[in-house]
T-cell receptor, first 115, second 115 residues
Framework: AQSVAQPEDQVNVAEGNPLTVKCTYSVSGNPYLFWYVQYPNRGLQFLLKYITGDNLVKGSYGFEAEFNKSQTSFHLKKPSALVSDSALYFCAVRDIGDSNYQLIWGAGTKLIIKP | DGGITQSPKYLFRKEGQNVTLSCEQNLNHDAMYWYRQDPGQGLRLIYYSQIVNDFQKGDIAEGYSVSREKKESFPLTVTSAQKNPTAFYLC??????????????FGSGTRLTVV
């Protein structure tokens, strides 16, 4: 069965420091991987995706993520955090061979950036 | 601009009432989804539809109903059988074939409160 784990409910980072939000996944085949961000009382916004190709994916707002097949991970990173990055972050996966085309979602990680 | 629209933004329901949440998309997406989100929590799938006139139950379908009479529309009815409906409801859509996105597009959500 497909699954996604975000092991940290909350991550606290000081403004200006690098940030990492962790995600590991389990699929039977090859994965499509996604990161989304949710601000309070809003829908989820797409940040970045890994479909194929370069393992380092760059996305919106200066975020990037590295696909690591051997560790089945897709951690979200940013070199220098901003207070405005504070939000709820979701990782999602889809098995390329899954005919349902559904995304499987992690539980979310609350990112708090302190000034 | 293409997008997905949820209405209303806020909805209040009295005990024993049915209420319907609207979700409309002009992205020409085949698949549509309804999720429930409780405070500080992740996404739980209520119903999804991959084609017109067909839909499947998700993980928490009890007390909810949907219809998919048009490709663009996927309304969710919260029935009186749903005993704890207060939550944030998110609608999403995705393409099933082709394209370069492979992910979901979300609406801005409806916050339902029982009064």
């Amino acid at each position: 069965a497909q699954s996604v784990a975000q092991p940290e409910d909350q991550v606290n980072v000081a403004e200006g420091n690098p940030l990492t939000v962790k995600c590991t996944y389990s699929v039977s085949g090859n994965p499509y991987l996604f990161w989304y961000v949710q601000y309070p009382n809003r829908g989820l916004q797409f940040l970045l995706k890994y479909i194929t190709g370069d393992n380092l994916v760059k996305g919106s707002y200066g975020f990037e993520a590295e696909f690591n097949k051997s560790q089945t991970s897709f951690h979200l990173k940013k070199p220098s955090a901003l207070v405005s990055d504070s939000a709820l972050y979701f990782c999602a996966v889809r098995d390329i061979g899954d005919s349902n085309y559904q995304l499987i979602w992690g539980a979310g990680t609350k990112l708090i950036i302190k000034p | 601009d293409g997008g997905i629209t949820q209405s209303p933004k806020y909805l209040f329901r009295k005990e024993g009432q049915n209420v319907t949440l609207s979700c409309e998309q002009n992205l020409n997406h085949d698949a549509m989804y309804w999720y429930r989100q409780d405070p500080g929590q992740g996404l739980r799938l209520i119903y999804y539809s991959q084609i017109v006139n067909d839909f499947q139950k998700g993980d928490i379908a009890e007390g909810y109903s949907v219809s998919r009479e048009k490709k663009e529309s996927f309304p969710l009815t919260v029935t009186s059988a749903q005993k704890n409906p207060t939550a944030f409801y998110l609608c999403a859509s995705s393409a099933r074939t082709g394209g370069t996105n492979y992910g979901y597009t979300f609406g801005s959500g409806t916050r339902l409160t029982v009064v």
